[in-house]
């Protein structure tokens, strides 16, 4: 997929977001498990900023796909704060109720939400409940394995088993953003689980 994405803004309170319009895809994980490398990595452009110091999205970025730049955007994609990291967790479960909650539960363009979860390290507790309050929401979700380019195949087979179990999900696509074709299978799957 090639869009020409535009920035259009960086929201900390729901008055902040953008006037709802197309359907919107959102980014959930932990501080640095690799949400704006995969969005980065989706687009094929450097658009959100990666960082190697966890927890410097403070704010919602919303971007803006357009098949043609003259036309109105197809799809949105909206790269949130990270959750879980120990140093910020504390100012980030303030601003979740805050902002994060009311964009998850109320927004009324969110088509689907992409959870990230990291296949370098156990089952997290915090995705578990991320994932949980979205099925309570009934909101539309995909889980998808992060960095499995640090794993041999057989050790990536038994963490995405693991993610899969403690998760309770179906499905948990593996990716890796610095790998050709990395984002091929996530592209599918997010097209596919978007509504017609
Ligand atoms: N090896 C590897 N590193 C990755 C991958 N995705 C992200 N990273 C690294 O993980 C760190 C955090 O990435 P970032 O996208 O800023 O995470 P965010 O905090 O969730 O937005 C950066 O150092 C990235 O280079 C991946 O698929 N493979
Ligand atoms: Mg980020």
């Not at 359907?23 to 980065?40: D, H, M, T």
């Not at 919303?62 to 955007?73: D, I, K, Q």
């Not at 967790?89 to 689907?112: D, G, H, N, Q, V």
């Not at 959870?115 to 949980?132: R, Y």
């Amino acid at each position: 997929m090639k869009f020409s994405v535009k920035f259009l803004l960086s929201a900390t309170s729901p008055s902040h977001f953008p006037a709802p319009s197309v359907p919107e895809v959102a980014f959930l994980g932990r501080s640095n498990v690799g949400k704006s490398s995969l969005i980065n990595a989706l687009l094929g452009e450097t658009v959100a900023r990666v960082s190697s110091t966890p927890g410097r999205t403070r704010a919602i970025n919303f971007f803006a796909l357009h098949n043609n730049p003259n036309t109105p955007p197809k799809m949105i994609f909206a790269d949130l704060p990270g959750y879980g990291y120990a140093k910020i967790s504390k100012s980030i479960s303030a601003e979740w109720p805050s902002f994060i909650e009311p964009y998850l539960t109320e927004r009324e363009t969110l088509a689907l939400a992409v959870c990230l979860v990291d296949t370098n390290i156990p089952p997290q507790p915090s995705d578990s409940m991320l994932i949980d309050f979205l099925q309570q929401h009934q909101r539309p979700y995909i889980v998808v394995g992060t960095k499995a380019d640090r794993l041999s195949n057989n050790t990536l087979a038994k963490s995405i088993a693991a993610l899969k179990r403690e998760h309770q999900v179906d499905n948990v696509i593996p990716c890796t953003v610095n790998k050709q074709n990395g984002t091929k299978a996530l592209w599918s799957a997010l097209l596919a689980a978007l509504p017609a």
